[in-house]
């Protein structure tokens, strides 16, 4: 994972010097830029918290068949890294999702204590069906679908679950070439967890919307 690696923070360092004061909490967008073409519209933004001495990253590369987001935090005073990615593939009605994790923290301070890290990886594919009402100039649809896949985390490998998810959402058609769409989605999913002695049914909802735009030539 990349790590980056801030202006060191605090009062002292550990000779005694003093370092200079710390400037008043801050938020700012440190950088960030966007392109935009037929099929791909990748956005990068970095935000940086002075107070916590670190930020975060976020990267979007989408396209018309496929969507990745990443989040990436760092802080040398958060000593926290946390990572997320999500792919998503739609083919003739057939999505194909896959999202990670990674979670690595060390924080030892005088109130707080935390250390640990963990990963999980899902690989979902799932059959949508979508019906839509249409209008002139907006387009409402309702779109849902069933399936399954595996789930991997520490000390469970490759357990499967069975997945079924619905969602609304609805497309204006700001000009001819441009149309806005915007929506969400609620999954539930389910996966068995067999021990000795422990047979047990685990199940998760999710929820998340989305937002994007569509650029025809």
Known sequence: MRR???????????GGTPLPPMRPAE?????????????????HVRVFHSWLGGGA???YDGGRSIDSIEIDMWGQA?????????DERLEAGVRVLRDRGHFDADLNGDFVRLSGRGDFERTEVSALARYEFFGDRVR?????????GTFDVEGLSSVPFASVGVGPG??????????????????????PYRQPGNDALFSEVDARVWAGFTVSF
Not at 28 to 33: I, L, P, Q, T
Not at 78 to 86: D, I, K, M, P
Not at 140 to 148: K, M, R, S
């Open 4 to 14: 980056l690696t801030p202006p060191a923070l605090g009062i002292q360092d550990g």
């Open 27 to 43: 938020i700012r967008f440190e950088e960030a830029s966007a392109q935009w073409s037929k099929t791909k519209h990748p956005v």
């Open 57 to 59: 990253d976020l990267s």
């Open 78 to 86: 958060t000593g926290v890294s946390v990572s997320y990615s999500l």
């Open 140 to 148: 409402a649809f309702v779109q849902g679908g069933f399936g399954g």
């Open 170 to 191: 609805i497309e204006f058609q700001i000009t001819n070439h441009v149309a806005l769409e915007v929506g969400g989605e609620i999954a539930w999913r389910a996966w």
